[in-house]
Nanobody
Framework: QVQLVESGGGLVRPGDSLRLSCAAS????????MAWFRQTPGKEREFVAT????????EYADSVKERFTISRDNRKDTLSLQMNSLKSEDSGVYFC?????????????????WGQGTQVTVSS
């Protein structure tokens, strides 16, 4: 079992930066592929970024490339998402997710554990 708790969301203006964190507890964080997804009302949960257990393999959605950075600290069981140059379309609830295997994936069906989410609102 893995418990995931996101933090760091808030209300920011376009062009601002925000850093999200996901604290994991339970078993074997360092052996799990991890990801961030986001969701807005009426839409499906969409992929944002994923990272494998070792942080050697990382993938981003095209919409966030060059602006977002995913990282992990396996000593502290923490996943992070640094978001720069935020746009209004980045608004949504951001979810941290964990797999049961070491590899990364951009498919939400591949994730067994989810946090409750943290709200990000980008508005002028």
């Amino acid at each position: 079992q893995v418990q995931l708790v996101e933090s760091g969301g808030g209300l920011v203006r376009p062009g601002d930066s925000l850093r999200l964190s996901c604290a994991a507890s339970g078993r074997a964080f360092s052996s799990r592929g991890m990801a961030w997804f986001r969701q807005t009302p009426g839409k499906e949960r969409e992929f944002v970024a994923t990272i494998d257990y070792s942080a050697r393999t990382i993938e981003y959605a095209d919409s966030v490339k060059e602006r977002f950075t995913i990282s992990r600290d396996n000593r502290k069981d923490t996943l992070s998402l640094q978001m720069n140059s935020l746009k209004s379309e980045d608004s949504g609830v951001y979810f941290c997710a964990a797999r049961t295997v070491p590899g990364e994936s951009n498919d939400r069906e591949m994730y067994a554990y989810w946090g409750q989410g943290t709200q990000v609102t980008v508005s002028s």
